[in-house]
């Protein structure tokens, strides 16, 4: 159907509006008048209407209503998309909201002044989900607000950054640098103009219900989207000029016995390795498959030493590993959890309780970093060869005659003997 270009009446004042589509849902299609504009930042004097039209059969639900007591002339004005029936505006210049309901254009909630620096007033990028709007601001604040009933839910602020930016705050990039999806808010640190790139800026991963940092890596954006698809959050970085994909990274685990045949009552050697497997090339020079599965706790620092030439962390861990074996009846044993270290190897000492078969299997569960992987190796427990042992029921065994007096005896005569020779010849000498 026709879209009406004049009103009549209250709404007429004798001049033409043209209507424009300004959001859309399932029921409604908003469309607005918007006064012609000085710059991006400010509405030149005028009138300003809108109105809501049935998005199944194409109606007017209603208006036209003149919202220029809303929306001012020479202020900077920003709206958010249709969700969950309701629409919001925003004035940059009184750093407020205010909701309407999409199906009756009547006013729900508002104004609200939300919590704002002036840097915030050069860029808001609005988000919708989860029954609230999230107002990303370039002075670095973000805001939840409910939708229905314009309450603040939360409030994050990136922080002051002293001398090491032009602002003075960690300013966020407002211009499709804001994401939402699988219950996170992935924003972006940076400015549009360069120079100055600032150091120390991060990509930013907030929780989207309570406003915490999940986690945070070092990266400055100056321009360009990013974007989620297949779980993966694709950006990139201004300050190496490279693409990162964020995701969930492939984990590989290994297992061996030593011995592998062990003795009963002895103890083995469990040990293996938990190693990352993703893709790509380190900044080390090196593959990323096959270097150490850290914990999350020190994700930041290792993905930036690996990626991005900072200095490599000296007090991370690795990540948990579960000990179990198969005995053999077949009942299993749980041996014990193992942290693996930052080079990616873990032991343990174990002893096993019988003679048999073991299969042995080293479990990592997976993390918010990596996915789980497991192994499995065998071990064979023998039992000990017996001790040698006295038999008293034998025959004895006749003992060797001793000759030893007897010998005695013709040792000490034959002494004897030389000594008397030798005197004799002494004496015989003497009387020559």
């Not at 424009?20 to 399932?26: E, L, Q, R, Y």
């Not at 808010?185 to 940076?190: K, N």
């Not at 593959?287 to 850290?294: K, L």
């Not at 693996?340 to 000492?349: P, W």
């Given at each position: 159907?026709p879209?009406?270009?004049?009103f009549?009446?209250?709404?007429?004042?004798?001049?033409?509006?043209?209507l424009?589509?300004?959001?859309?849902?399932?029921d409604?299609?908003?469309?607005?008048?918007?006064?012609?504009?000085?710059?991006?930042?400010?509405v030149?004097?005028?009138?300003?209407?809108?109105?809501?039209?049935?998005?199944?059969?194409?109606h007017?639900?209603?208006?036209?209503?003149?919202?220029?007591?809303?929306?001012?002339?020479?202020?900077?004005?920003?709206?958010?998309p249709?969700?969950?029936?309701?629409?919001v505006?925003?004035?940059?210049?009184?750093f407020?909201?205010?909701?309407?309901?999409?199906?009756?254009?009547?006013?729900?909630?508002?104004?609200i002044t939300y919590?704002h620096?002036v840097?915030?007033?050069y860029g808001?990028?609005?988000?919708v989900?989860?029954?609230?709007?999230?107002?990303?601001?370039?002075?670095?604040?973000?805001?939840?607000?409910d939708?229905?009933t314009?309450?603040?839910k939360?409030?994050?602020?990136?922080?002051?950054?002293?001398y090491?930016?032009?602002y003075?705050?960690?300013?966020i990039?407002?211009?499709?640098?804001v994401?939402?999806?699988?219950?996170k808010?992935?924003?972006?640190?940076?400015h549009?103009?360069a120079?100055?790139?600032?150091?120390?800026?991060?990509?930013?991963?907030?929780?989207?219900?309570t406003?915490?940092?999940l986690w945070?890596?070092?990266?400055?954006?100056?321009?360009?989207?990013?974007?989620?698809?297949d779980?993966?959050?694709?950006?990139?970085?201004?300050?190496d000029?490279?693409?990162?994909a964020f995701?969930k990274?492939?984990?590989a685990?290994?297992?061996t016995a030593?011995?592998?045949?062990?003795?009963?009552?002895?103890?083995?050697?469990i040990?293996?390795t938990?190693?990352?497997?993703?893709?790509?090339?380190?900044?080390?020079?090196i593959?990323?498959?096959?270097?150490?599965?850290?914990a999350?706790?020190?994700m930041?620092?290792?993905?930036?030493?690996?990626?991005q030439?900072?200095?490599?962390?000296?007090?991370?861990?690795?990540?948990?590993?579960?000990?179990?074996?198969?005995?053999?009846?077949?009942?299993?044993i749980?041996i014990?959890t193992?942290t693996?270290?930052?080079?990616?190897?873990?032991?343990?000492?174990w002893?096993?309780?019988?003679?048999g078969?073991?299969?042995?299997?080293?479990?990592?569960?997976?993390?918010?970093?990596?996915?789980?992987?497991?192994?499995?190796?065998?071990?064979g427990?023998?039992?000990?060869?017996?001790?040698?042992s006295?038999?008293?029921?034998?025959?004895?065994?006749?003992?060797?005659?001793?000759?030893?007096?007897?010998?005695?005896?013709?040792?000490?005569?034959v002494?004897?003997a030389?000594?008397?020779?030798?005197?004799?010849?002494?004496m015989?000498r003497k009387?020559?």
């Open positions: 159907m879209v009406p270009t004049n009549t009446g209250t709404y007429a004042n004798g001049r033409p509006i043209a424009g589509i300004s959001s859309i849902s399932p409604v299609i908003l469309m607005r008048q918007n006064p012609s504009t000085y710059s991006v930042f400010a030149q004097p005028g009138y300003y209407y809108e109105a809501g039209f049935s998005a199944r059969d194409g007017m639900l209603w208006g036209p209503y003149n919202r220029t007591g809303i929306v001012e002339p020479f202020t900077y004005t920003r709206s958010a249709i969700s969950y029936g309701v629409y505006y925003g004035d940059a210049d009184t407020t909201w205010s909701g309407f309901s999409a199906t009756t254009g009547d006013k729900l909630w508002g104004p919590p620096n840097w915030d007033r808001i990028n609005v988000q989900g989860y029954g609230n709007m999230y107002a990303v601001g370039f002075g670095g604040y973000v805001n939840c607000i939708l229905k314009g309450t603040i939360w409030t994050y602020f990136s922080g002051e950054s002293g090491d930016t032009p003075g705050v960690w300013t990039w407002t211009f499709a640098r994401t939402l999806a699988d219950g808010l992935y924003c972006a640190e940076g549009e103009y120079p100055p790139t600032f150091r120390g800026a991060q990509e930013l991963c907030l929780d989207a219900y406003g915490k940092q945070s890596v070092l990266g400055f954006f100056i321009e360009g989207p990013q974007c989620i698809a779980g993966v959050l694709m950006t990139d970085n201004s300050y000029m490279l693409l990162y995701d990274g492939p984990s685990t290994t297992v030593s011995p592998a045949l062990a003795t009963n009552g002895s103890s083995i050697l040990r293996g938990v190693t990352d497997q993703s893709p790509g090339q380190t900044c080390l020079g593959p990323a498959a096959g270097t150490p599965a850290i999350d706790a020190y930041k620092p290792w993905m930036e030493y690996m990626y030439q900072q200095p490599e962390p000296t007090n991370a861990t690795g990540v948990p590993v579960q000990l179990y074996a198969t005995g053999p009846d077949g009942a299993t749980n014990g193992v693996s270290d930052i080079y990616g190897n873990y032991e343990y000492i002893t096993p309780p019988t003679t078969t073991y299969k042995i299997l080293a479990g990592f569960a997976g993390s918010n970093s990596y996915y789980a992987s497991s192994a499995e190796t065998g071990l427990v023998a039992q000990a060869p017996p001790a040698p006295t038999n008293n029921t034998s025959t004895p065994v006749a003992a060797a005659p001793d000759y030893t007096p007897m010998f005695a005896g013709i040792i000490v005569a002494a004897v030389i000594v008397i020779g030798i005197v004799n010849l002494y015989l009387r020559k």
